[in-house]
């Protein structure tokens, strides 16, 4: 409709103005822009121009035409130059390439671009050369019928070549495309060489193939001119007058225009009948475009006047078809629109009636399966299509309540459920894990798999990508071209592999350079693309690759190194100190105060200094870390990019533990490997354990007997006890109460027994002389009953032997002990001669096994201590506190400690295979804390003045075994570094001179006992190397194979 109302509703243009725009078109013309040239020059009112202003309007409307034609010819044929270069058609390349340059019509860019393809051909070769034709007339000979083949709208014309021969200008043409103008040059080029062999008949069938082809063609319809010309003077014809010559070229082209003309009435009459006004619409700008081009040619004036008016008529009657035809479509539309409304009203209540119980019934069956969740939620929908559906809204409240009814006995059984694993956990963290050092959770493999547990490096673009370019692959590659082995690296193992071909031909890299890589066993991916760069760059240039966005990018490295990019690294790992620590405790009595201090004021928290200000203060020495670490990047790795030491490519800044890295691909990837160089020297850990292994025997053996008799035993005397009344009677019996003497005995013992309880006295009725019921008071006087003393005949041999007189250096021993006999037997046979008897006999035997072994982890190269003590405080000193009238004793505590102590200072060899350490473990025991009580006098006056003070203090007594010492030590041996024997052997064997020498009556007399102790302390220590990749790959053996 637009290009209708464009054609027909335009104004006619006033004679200055049609002027204007004939040189405006012609200024397009000349500038190149001839689409818009064109346009101008048909929309031109030929009546409104003077007699030159026509010719010219009518020369520049067909040398648009033809224009419009090359220009299109120059941009195919510099396409397919372009095609012939990247097939190697070098020669075929250079004709199409000069045919652009020599198109006048071509546009700057398409000779610019030809112009530098045509300079980059210089000197090559085409793969296969083509033999050069014999003649100018031969090659167009040739081409011919290739032509013919080419045009399908010149074969119905071939047929009447030889039965009824129709002149070119009654060819009826079809639409020209450019395909058919270049086909047409063709052929008119073919004439002229025939025409110059003299061959004018093949010559004048070229022409008219030509004009059939491209009707009114400018160089075939002069061909035959010339042919006709030439024919005329050899027949001896007087050749035509230029005015004849004018008036049949005007006639014939005036026939081709009305020829073509009623071919585009036909199509757009046939446009409209398919209702294809847009189509149509075209076909009439076409032929305004061919009615006002062949105006010139009309003779008289009134034909070209008669068929403007039938282009009028059928302009109008296409209007009119299509005014019609969208009536219909809106009135038809407006139909379907009011029909389509009340069926979608209609489907819509009936949409919604299935919905709701389609929804009901859901919510039915999610109740029935006990999902309340989604009922409620189906119900809510229920309630929102239909809010005024009273079953959906009661079966929702009660779904309702339902829902916090479970959800609240889902709570209780949580809590029982979570108070359960509650102590289940407490259970598991009973659980001593003997032998693993180092144990990984049984989901490690998860844990390691999630996205954020990335490794090394992967947080840099192509992180990931670099890790597949180390799984290893087998490599067979023999003579295979270059590009070849790129397709199979791809296709194999799924990567995406961009190469920069244009790149490297500028760099002289040739695609199908051989490539000769061929090895009995697996390599890495990443050294075989290494490899193959290697061998295509021939050593004349350096290839690399880059590995980003999921694709590896092959080109030359300097066009690698001139694209960077930025990454981040956590380095917050590197710059965590490993501190020494040198504080191991030292039981050692001399230093015992002074240690205690110390370690008073180590546990102060204001011990590094707080001003309360609460403001974050500044690191130095963890600034000083990280600029050593930006110091060790810029000098290791491309020094002379770094924009802070005068280069034009990277930079690298701090923050938050986070290196943020500006730089080429390669860089980044030294900068990375760096890193992780670095973290895997710090990712080894050395356990270490020391044992202090006691190893102790002893053996007693005792056996004495021991006689004592008494002689005249039954007549010692007795005493009397008097009273006022007279000797002391017993109030029962009336018999006189005799008291023996103050030597008496019990058993074998000469001694007064300190056995019994004290008995109260009775003043009245009983004067008790006794204080104990075996104890003889003191005589007191009284009648004697004899004065014969008992005889008591003593053996002492036991008190020799008896071994808690003897003594051993060894801990432990039996000597020493207050321990009774394994077996005594002792009695009295009481007589007027009393025999008491002792016999002892012992025989023990003790072993003992005592394992200290404390165990310590620690970073390469770091010292550290493990103590397991027991800290005693005991009273080492009293400091005086004097006051006025008052003096008192302050005491003073240290602190002892007791127990394992491990220190050690160790170092991983550098092939990972040694341990080198600096080892002082030892193991003290606080074997006893004497109390040392004593008094001093006091001071002053009055009430309690001058009272002696009562005060102590304490001396431990230590066991200390220490070891100070430098050893190296294979991974996970055990070597004795230091320990000490002990022995003791007592033998003592007594008796009583000459009766021991006796026979058979030396074992009365005579006692022996023998000790014998052992003790062995052993010291051992025994490292082990924990390397993180190697205990994952130990844990899970499966982790390495991934």
Do not use: C
Request: proline share 6%; no cysteine; net charge negative.
């Amino acid at each position: 409709m637009l290009l209708t109302v464009g054609w027909g509703g335009v104004p006619p243009l006033r004679a200055q103005d049609a002027s204007d725009t004939l040189q405006e078109a012609v200024r397009l013309f000349d500038q190149g822009d001839y689409l818009a040239a064109q346009e101008k020059l048909v929309k031109l009112d030929r009546s409104k121009l003077s007699a030159d202003e026509q010719a010219l309007r009518d020369d520049y409307l067909t040398r648009v035409q033809v224009a419009l034609t090359m220009y299109e010819k120059a941009q195919r044929d510099l396409e397919d130059a372009e095609t012939a270069i990247d097939e190697g058609e070098i020669e075929q390349a250079r004709r199409l390439l000069r045919g652009v340059l020599a198109n006048e019509y071509a546009a700057a860019a398409v000779r610019k671009a030809a112009t530098a393809h045509l300079r980059s051909l210089k000197g090559k070769k085409s793969k296969t050369q083509t033999p050069p034709s014999s003649s100018p007339a031969a090659t167009g000979t040739e081409r011919a019928p290739t032509e013919e083949k080419a045009s399908p709208e010149a074969q119905p014309e071939r047929g009447k070549e030889k039965g009824e021969e129709k002149p070119a200008e009654q060819r009826v043409p079809g639409k020209v495309t450019p395909e058919a103008v270049e086909q047409a040059k063709t052929l008119t080029e073919a004439g002229d060489a025939a025409m110059k062999a003299s061959r004018f008949e093949e010559a004048r069938q070229r022409y008219e193939e030509a004009l059939r082809l491209v009707p009114g063609f400018p160089e075939a319809v002069k061909g035959l001119q010339r042919l006709r010309d030439h024919q005329a003077v050899a027949a001896g014809e007087p050749s035509r007058s230029l005015l004849e010559r004018i008036r049949m070229e005007r006639r014939i082209n005036w026939q081709r225009a009305v020829t073509e003309y009623r071919d585009l009435d036909r199509m757009i009459r046939g446009h409209v009948q398919g209702h294809r006004f847009e189509e149509a619409h075209q076909a009439l700008i076409r032929a305004r475009q061919v009615v006002e081009a062949s105006r010139q040619y009309a003779d008289p004036v009134t034909k070209y006047e008669s068929l403007r008016n039938e282009l009028e008529t059928l302009q109008q009657f296409v209007e009119e078809e299509e005014r019609r035809y969208n009536e219909e479509q809106v009135a038809r539309v407006r139909r379907e629109v009011e029909e389509q409304r009340r069926r979608q009203l209609e489907e819509v209540k009936q949409r919604r009636a299935r919905q709701v119980e389609m929804l009901m019934k859901q919510a039915m069956q999610h109740r029935k399966d006990g999902d309340l969740d989604a009922a409620i939620n189906v119900l809510k929908q229920v309630v929102a299509i239909d809010p005024k559906n009273r079953p959906a809204r009661w079966t929702l409240d009660m779904l309702v309540d339902m829902r916090e009814m479970r959800i609240g006995r889902e709570l209780r059984d949580d809590l029982y459920r979570e108070t359960q694993r509650a102590l289940n956990d407490v259970e598991r963290s009973k659980i001593p894990w003997s032998e693993e050092t180092q144990r990984y959770p049984d989901n490690w493999l998860e844990i390691i798999s999630r996205p954020e547990r990335r490794r090394v490096g992967e947080n840099r673009p192509g992180g990931r990508l670099y890790g597949l370019l180390d799984k290893k692959v087998p490599v067979d590659f023999e003579g295979t071209p270059f590009d070849q082995v790129i397709e199979r690296l791809a296709s194999e193992h799924g990567l995406n592999i961009i190469v920069n071909w244009n790149d490297l031909k500028r760099a002289g890299v040739d695609r199908k350079t051989p490539i000769e890589l061929s090895l009995p066993r697996q390599i890495t991916l990443k050294r075989v693309l290494n490899e193959t760069l290697e061998q295509a760059g021939a050593g004349l240039v350096e290839l690399g690759f880059d590995a980003r966005e999921g694709a590896i990018k092959i080109a030359t490295r300097a066009t690698l190194d001139r694209q960077t990019y930025t990454a981040v690294y956590d380095i917050n790992d590197l710059l965590m100190e490993v501190p020494n620590f040198n504080d191991a405790p030292v039981s050692d009595l001399n230093r015992a105060n002074s240690r205690a201090i110390r370690a008073q004021q180590a546990d102060r928290p204001w011990k590094v200094g707080d001003d309360d200000d609460d403001e974050p203060e500044d690191d130095p020495e963890r600034t000083d870390r990280v600029q050593k670490i930006i110091d060790l990047i810029e000098d290791t790795i491309a020094p002379d990019s770094w924009i802070d030491r005068g280069g034009t490519v990277g930079t690298i800044r701090e923050i938050n533990g986070q290196l943020v890295v500006t730089q080429s691909s390669a860089a980044q990837r030294q900068i990375g490997n760096l890193l992780g160089k670095l973290r895997e020297q710090r990712a080894i850990q050395i356990a270490i354990e020391a044992r202090f292994i006691s190893v102790s025997s002893h053996y007693l053996e005792e056996l004495g007997v021991d006689i004592d008799l008494v002689l005249n035993s039954g007549n010692a005397g007795f005493d009397f006890v008097p009273t006022g009344q007279g000797p002391l009677t017993d109030p029962v019996l009336g018999n006189v109460v005799l008291l023996p003497r103050t030597f008496s005995r019990l058993g074998f013992v000469p001694t007064t027994p300190a056995l019994g309880n004290q008995l109260q006295q009775t003043p009245a009725q009983l004067a008790q002389p006794f204080g104990q019921p075996v104890l003889v008071p003191q005589r007191s006087g009284g009648a004697s009953g004899s004065r014969l003393t008992p005889l008591p005949i003593i053996n002492q041999v036991t008190s020799f032997t008896a071994p808690t007189n003897l003594g051993s250096d060894v801990p432990g021993s039996f000597a020493g002990q207050p321990i009774g006999p394994a077996f005594s037997l002792f009695g009295s046979f009481l007589d007027n001669i009393q025999v008491d008897f002792l016999i002892r006999a012992t025989e023990a035997d003790s072993r003992t096994n005592v394992l200290t072994a404390p165990r310590l982890v620690l970073f390469n190269g770091q010292r550290s201590w493990v103590a397991v003590t027991i800290q005693q405080n005991f009273v080492s000193q009293l400091n005086p506190v004097v006051a006025t009238g008052a003096v008192a004793q302050a005491p003073q505590t240290a602190t002892i400690d007791s127990g394992a102590v491990l220190d050690v200072a160790a170092t991983v060899t550098a092939d990972r295979r040694y341990v080198n350490m600096t080892l002082r473990p030892g193991l003290t025991r606080l074997l006893d804390l004497q109390t040392i009580p004593f008094s001093g006098g006091g001071a002053g006056g009055g009430f309690g003045g001058g009272t002696a003070l009562n005060a102590f203090i304490q001396l431990p007594t230590l066991s200390s075994q220490r070891v100070q010492t430098t050893v190296s030590v294979p991974d996970g041996g055990t070597l004795l570094i230091g320990g000490q024997k002990l022995a003791s052997e007592t033998e003592v064997e007594a008796g009583v001179p000459i009766l021991s020498k006796i026979p058979i009556l030396k074992r009365a007399y005579q006692s022996r006992s023998m000790v014998k102790d052992e003790q062995t302390l052993l010291i051992l220590v025994k490292p082990k190397i924990l390397i993180q990749t190697e205990q994952e790959q130990l844990a899970f053996p499966s982790f390495g194979q991934e």
